[in-house]
């Protein structure tokens, strides 16, 4: 099991950065792939960016490659997102998700394990 609790988010203007956090507990954080899925209303939860247990492997959505970045430290149990040059279309929750232990890094919202509770994140134009 895995408990997550992110951080963060908030309202920016277009243009603008977040750098969210996730804070894990629980059993083989340093073990497991993690990543960021959003939700905007209405919408189906979607998956953001994914990174591998040792951070080999990275993955981002066709919509936030080159703005995003992914990182991890496993000495601090914590998963992050830098989100820059943001755009309204981002506004939606953003939760952070983990994976069973040594599995692969899912690139799919549905193939995630464990779930935060989100944090808001709202892009003004």
């Known amino acids: 099991q895995v408990q997550l609790l992110e951080s963060g988010g908030g309202l920016v203007q277009t243009g603008g950065s977040l750098r969210l956090s996730c804070a894990a507990s629980g059993r083989a954080f340093s073990s497991r792939a993690m990543g960021w899925c959003r939700q905007a209303p209405g919408k189906e939860r979607e998956f953001v960016a994914g990174?591998?247990?040792?951070?080999?492997?990275?993955y981002y959505s066709d919509s936030v490659r080159g703005r995003f970045t992914i990182s991890r430290d496993n000495a601090r149990s914590t998963v992050y997102l830098q989100m820059n040059n943001l755009k309204p279309e981002d506004t939606a929750v953003y939760y952070c998700a983990a994976k069973a232990p040594f599995t692969t890094t899912p690139r799919a919202a549905r193939e995630y394990d464990y779930w935060g509770q989100g944090t808001q994140v709202t892009v003004s134009s």
């Open positions: 990174i591998s247990s040792g951070a080999g492997n990275i």
